[in-house]
């Protein structure tokens, strides 16, 4: 069975950094494509980043470019999000998701094309 699970969040102040963790089960890296979204109350769910299911391939939203950096451990099967020069704008649920086909990956990252979800995780920004 499919299945990603967040953790790494928390509460930081502005300029400062998290590490996100995205760990997964039931398939390896290399099988499919890792996602993260983020939404905020009142907003859409929209796409951060992602890294192919080769690991080839990296992709960031504009709002993050040169902030944020996805990376994979293939060994832990864990993908990570390090989140540097953090601002209020960043203060969402974090998620980590899979596309519903294997080796799938098209950018930009669209949410209704992820199937397996985890439960989120809170990262708040605030002095």
């Known amino acids: 069975q499919v299945q990603v699970v967040e953790s790494g969040g928390g509460s930081v102040q502005p300029g400062g950094s998290l590490r996100l963790s995205c760990a997964a089960s039931g398939f390896t890296l290399d099988e499919y494509t890792i996602g993260w979204f983020r939404q905020s109350p009142g907003k859409e769910r929209a796409g951060v980043s992602a890294?192919?299911?080769?690991?080839?391939?990296?992709y960031y939203g504009d709002s993050v470019k040169g902030r944020f950096t996805i990376s994979r451990d293939n060994f832990k099967n864990t993908v990570y999000l390090q989140m540097n020069n953090l601002s209020p704008e960043d203060t969402a649920i974090y998620y980590c998701?899979?596309?519903?086909?294997?080796?799938?990956?098209?950018?930009?990252?669209?949410?209704?094309?992820?199937?397996?979800w985890g439960q989120g995780t809170q990262v708040t920004v605030s002095s």
């Open positions: 890294i192919s299911y080769s690991g080839r391939y990296k």
């Open positions: 998701a899979t596309p519903r086909q294997r080796h799938y990956y098209t950018t930009p990252i669209r949410h209704d094309e992820y199937f397996h």
